[in-house]
């Protein structure tokens, strides 16, 4: 499984908007637990633009201590993206999107708008 950027923030932060049937997928699959590249390259813009504020090296800690596995960009990665279908405009995501089709995952997110990728996003 891998875990959109806002997900992961959530869990992490033990945040109540992340849902109980989110919990329970993170709690079941713990120790197959992927988080981006792309996620951590996304929380470090949006923490240059003022948008968020949280400390990076923590939150690698925290999700070094959630045995969460950091996944890298491959090639065969932009190669997906580069066949997606334009359902979502956000780079990142799209990247996420990609990411999970080519190593066989589902992607947890709370984002409707990631629905129309189908079976490949389990939405909570």
Known sequence: ?????????????????????????????????GVSVVSLWEIVLKISKGKLRVDPVALLNEVDKNQFYILPVEATHALAYARLPSHHHDPFDRMLVAQAMSESMRLLTHDPQMRPYGELVQWV
């Open 1 to 33: 499984m891998l875990l959109d950027t806002h997900v992961l923030l959530w869990w992490l932060a033990d945040d109540a908007r992340l849902p109980q049937q989110a919990r329970r997928a993170i709690t079941s699959e713990q120790d197959d637990i």
